[in-house]
């Protein structure tokens, strides 16, 4: 658990205001997701990342954009495209080829909308 | 794609009592089936997982069955405790072999499980 990490834990964002959510990983896993959480409602896969330098769309991608440009680290964009932000963001990552593809979640970000 | 639904969607049982989370799975080549633990304000940990090619996994108060023909598996916990008390989910996903990357977890809406001391 403690080699996922996110920041920060609370976030709050203007109306057109884009924020970005991070999340780090020193686990050497390959692949790191980005899932939202809203009461009542099961993780909804977002982006996911099986490599370095390539990431695909889950299943609510839109207003969402991701960049995985080292290893330890996928960020997350909330863009102003995404009418209704409000979620709990979780990070998760796993070892990806030939190792235990467990995935493992990040403390979280709960996101806000002012 | 894949679509994974959990029953019931909240359950209380008395301390020490058995409790059971049940899900079904639309896509047949699901073969990897974890269950998470999330405790309020925190982030899902796994607490047991199985694999198609057996029917049945235990860890102690914990287990899991798997029924391939009829595409449910379901989340048993025996003597329950006051600390078992969280929501818990399942998932499905379908894995192609060690030298395949990894492939994205289909998860179900949770079930808010209460031991009632």
């Known amino acids: 658990d403690g080699g996922i990490t996110q920041s920060p834990k609370y976030l709050f964002r203007k109306e057109g205001q884009n924020v970005t959510l991070s999340c780090e990983q020193n686990?050497?896993?390959?692949?790191m997701y980005w899932y939202r959480q809203d009461p009542g409602q099961g993780l909804r896969l977002i982006y996911y990342?099986?490599?370095?330098?390539?990431?695909q769309k889950g299943d609510i991608a839109e207003g969402y954009s991701v960049s995985r440009e080292k290893k330890e680290s996928f960020p997350l964009t909330v863009t102003s495209a995404q009418k209704n932000p409000t979620a709990f963001y979780l990070c998760?990552?796993?070892?990806?080829?030939?190792?235990?593809?467990?995935?493992?979640f990040g403390p979280g970000t709960r996101l806000l909308v002012l | 794609g894949e679509n994974v639904e959990q029953h019931p969607s909240t359950l209380s049982v008395q301390e020490g009592d058995s409790a059971v989370i049940k899900c079904t799975y639309s896509d047949s080549a699901s073969n990897y089936f974890p269950w998470y633990k999330q405790e309020l304000g925190k982030r899902p940990q796994l607490i047991i997982d199985i694999r198609s090619n057996v029917g049945e996994k235990k860890d102690q108060r914990i287990a899991v069955t798997l029924n391939k023909t009829a595409k449910h598996f379901s989340l048993h916990i025996t003597e329950t405790q006051p600390e078992d008390s969280a929501v818990y989910f399942c998932a499905a996903s379908i894995r192609r072999g060690s030298n395949f990357g990894n492939e994205k977890l289909t998860f179900g809406t949770g079930t808010r499980l209460t031991i009632i001391p």
């Open positions: 686990l050497n896993h390959d692949a």
């Open positions: 990342s099986q490599i370095v330098n390539d990431f």
């Open positions: 998760a990552s796993s070892a990806g080829t030939g190792g235990e593809k467990t995935q493992y």
